[in-house]
């Protein structure tokens, strides 16, 4: 054992770092700490004061405790409530931590003394002293410390490494900052670290003066401006003048007298009014109370318009801005019949569906024409929070009200037609569902008393005309979609857009341009020409956008040659426009094996979906390619397992499927594609794979199959036969379910198809291969 360790009883400290010459006091509360300072008085011995690495440990180990502490002498114990000593101690030289020992009743330690080389030891030391004094010094003035006179301390003391242990337990800064510096044996170091940390704490005190200032002055402005506002009150009011405030008050009494308000609104209006008043126009609070009252008197409680209801009216308003659409247009008008025969609102909220451009949202504001009613229209695609519905609550940082208050306040109306465009597109996330709020909106039973969180009064909504859009119903909220009357607004025929392009768009456009059709000639055929090879959709937005393109050049090409006139012909279009983006597929010239036309719907109307079927030998391994959602994989899974289930009937081997692969793939595999109607498809495609026999190619076919090869029914029927006529197929098969759709279908497309009927998968395959008997139950 080394002969120069000394045993003294250990006190672990949190929080507080001791260095040698400083009398300090702190509080005792631990039972083995109490029990070692009792020790030591009784054995009037020295303690070991060490400071602990982390404050929350109860008990620390060696590890947990730095290395280097303070030899401390017991000047005065103090018993205080609650079992806790207060102890004053007095620093007396540095020591190294070598072990903890000790007993159950208190903590001893072994410790080594340090020592520490003399002042003239250490060479240029007093300039070092003289600079820390300058900083020293320099930091108690800038920070005003009423403990300046401790400088004079300094002018007594002669012992260098007493005047630096002074300085570090004076300053007030980290407790790692200040063990670094106790750890530190050499005296020439320890100073420049306390030169360094004196230097920082100086430009942190120089930060907050900064702070303090600009915060003085602004309270100062504040105040030299109220003391200024009050004296240009008192002199008003000696003149016998009103001040802004007091006339802004009386504009807005005088906004609530004329204003057709409800008793509750004009209550609270004068409330308000009053609240004005107390807080003297100035501040926040004036700022949220004026913005308020603006709210309130700017809705129009009791203006509304008057209702023509002239079905005639409505009926012609539609035929002029809409071409086709009869029945939508049918089905609106009898909506407007039924409201004005009634002369009530209530009933099923319409809901025109259909792809874009298809004028759904025209056909809206075609009716609140008919009606004489203000039109004002809400996005509501992508919308997530509910209180972009309901508003803000006041109690909110920029609180506002929600989308509805503002339509009624656009509308200037308290029966205008307000059409909430893209329903379902609605989101949802943890700042609430607004669907749930439209619920509200959209009921008639509930929303005469419909409550903006901003308002926080009653708005009646039942005077208000609501008609939504979607694309799809198929993501619309169940509880709104029960709620509202379904009109689908399907895609257009070829002779439809060649109608609308003709006698709408060209002529808008042309009109738009100060341009008339002498000036630029547009044939049939190059209409026709734009319409199936620079278009896609089912509406005709794009339409509108490709012919303005081709105005807009063709006006540039006129004004570079110097010409009154241009004819556009079919090598000009190209040129005008660029390469044809779109051709629509054509069937094969040929009967194939394996390969069927089904029918698709997409976003930008119908579509034909070829099906390709390939088989070889294998393990019985199933492969679908072309970018199938989940939906037209469990079709092609269904189509197999079916096919397996019912390989007697067509002449396969029943063990087919143990050294056979089957390969799946719908060509154009960038696209996705999903959805169950390619059921039917699927099925013909592996019997005619499986049986190496042809299927026509001249037929399309569209059906959701099930397991025991029923056909059900799909949507979209009448898109699909446009696309199917128009690659150039002349028989469809269609489930027998969708019967009552056939009518949809435009007659001169009808007129071109021979539509059959299927209830069962073996009534496809009679008429879709080619070369097979007739297959029985």
């Known amino acids: 054992m080394n002969d120069n360790l000394i045993t003294l009883p250990l006190i672990p400290l949190r929080g507080i770092t001791i260095f040698p010459s400083m009398i300090i006091h702190f509080d005792v509360a631990r039972e083995k700490s109490i029990t070692a300072l009792e020790s030591a008085m009784e054995k009037d011995v020295e303690v070991f004061l060490v400071t602990q690495k982390k404050i929350k440990d109860e008990v620390p180990k060696l590890k947990d405790l730095y290395t280097i502490g303070t030899v401390c002498k017991i000047k005065q114990l103090l018993k205080l409530p609650n079992d806790v000593i207060r102890v004053l101690v007095e620093g007396i030289e540095r020591a190294k931590l070598i072990e903890i020992t000790g007993n159950e009743k208190y903590i001893e330690a072994n410790i080594e003394n340090l020592e520490e080389l003399e002042n003239k030891e250490y060479e240029g030391v007093e300039a070092y002293i003289r600079t820390l004094k300058k900083c020293f010094a320099k930091y108690i003035k800038m920070s005003e410390n009423e403990k300046s006179n401790i400088l004079k301390i300094f002018e007594e003391i002669k012992d260098y490494d007493e005047i630096v242990d002074v300085i570090s337990a004076y300053m007030l800064v980290e407790d790692e900052k200040k063990q670094g510096v106790l750890e530190e044996l050499n005296l020439i170091k320890r100073i420049e670290k306390l030169i360094i940390i004196i230097n920082n704490e100086i430009e942190i005190v120089k930060v907050e003066k900064r702070i303090d200032k600009k915060l003085k002055n602004s309270m100062d402005k504040v105040q030299k401006e109220y003391y200024l506002r009050e004296q240009i009150k008192i002199i008003q009011e000696e003149l016998g003048e009103d001040n802004d405030e007091k006339k802004e008050i009386i504009k807005y009494e005088e906004r609530i007298k004329k204003a057709k308000l409800p008793k509750n609104v004009k209550e ?165 569902n607004p669907a749930d709020a439209l619920l509200e909106v959209l009921d008639s039973e509930q929303n005469k008393e419909f409550r903006d969180n901003y308002l926080e009064l009653d708005f009646n909504l039942s005077e208000v005309l609501f008609i939504t859009t979607a694309n799809s119903t198929d993501t619309i909220p169940g509880p709104l979609y029960d709620r509202m009357e379904i009109i689908e607004v399907s895609g257009y025929t070829y002779e439809e857009k060649f109608h ?223 696309a199917a006529q128009r690659s150039g197929v002349d028989t469809i098969i269609v489930p027998k379910q969708n019967e009552k759709d056939i009518i949809k279908i435009p007659n001169s497309i009808k007129n071109k198809l021979k539509i059959i009927l299927v209830e069962d998968v073996k009534e496809v395959l009679n008429n879709a291969l080619i070369g097979v008997d007739t297959i029985e139950n």
């Open 500 to 722: 609308i392009a003709k006698k709408h768009i060209i002529p808008k456009v042309l009109k738009n341009h100060n341009l008339t059709s002498e000036n630029i000639k547009i044939s049939d055929s190059i209409i026709n020409e734009v319409i199936n090879c620079y278009t896609i959709e089912s509406g005709v937005r794009g339409l509108e956008r490709v012919i303005g393109k081709l105005i807009r050049k063709s006006l540039t090409e006129m004004l570079k040659t110097n010409k009154e006139s241009l004819i556009i012909s079919k090598g000009k279009l190209e040129k005008l426009l660029g390469p044809k983006p779109y051709t629509y597929d054509k069937i094969d010239k040929e009967d194939r094996v394996g390969v069927v036309n089904g029918m698709a719907w997409t976003a930008y109307g119908g579509t034909t979906l070829p099906i390709e079927v390939a088989v070889m030998k294998g393990t019985g391994k199933l492969e679908i390619t072309g970018q199938l959602g989940e939906v037209m994989q469990e079709s092609a899974k269904i189509a197999v397992g079916y096919v397996r289930s019912n390989s007697n009937k067509y002449g396969l081997e029943a063990d087919f499927y143990k050294n056979t692969d089957i390969y799946i793939h719908a060509p154009e595999g960038s696209i996705k594609k999903d959805g169950p109607s390619a059921g039917v498809a699927m099925v013909t495609a592996i019997v005619s794979a499986l049986s190496n026999k042809k299927i026509r190619r001249n037929i399309a076919m569209t059906g959701e199959v099930t397991l025991t090869g029923k056909v059900l029914a799909i949507g979209g029927l009448k898109e699909k036969s446009i």
């Open 268 to 432: 609270k209006a004068l409330y308000e009014i009053s609240r004005l008043k107390a807080s003297e126009g100035q501040g926040s609070e004036g700022n949220v109370i004026r913005s308020y009252l603006d709210w309130i008197l700017d809705l129009p409680w009791g203006t509304k318009t008057k209702d023509t209801f002239e079905i005639t009216k409505a009926s012609k308003y539609l035929d002029e801005e809409h071409y086709g659409l009869e029945e939508v247009k049918e089905r609106i008008i009898e909506y407007l019949a039924v409201k004005k025969h009634t002369n009530s609102l209530k009933g099923p909220i319409l809901c025109l569906v259909g792809p874009p451009g298809v004028g759904k949202s025209s056909i809206a504001k075609s009716v609140a024409n008919a009606l004489g009613r203000n039109f004002v229209r809400i996005s509501l695609g992508g919308l997530r929070d509910e209180a972009e519905i309901r508003g803000h609550r006041k109690t909110y940082v920029g609180a506002i009200p929600g989308r509805i208050i503002y339509a009624m306040k656009e509308a200037k109306s308290n029966n205008p037609l307000i059409l909430l465009d893209e329903i379902d597109k609605l989101n949802s996330d943890q700042r609430g």
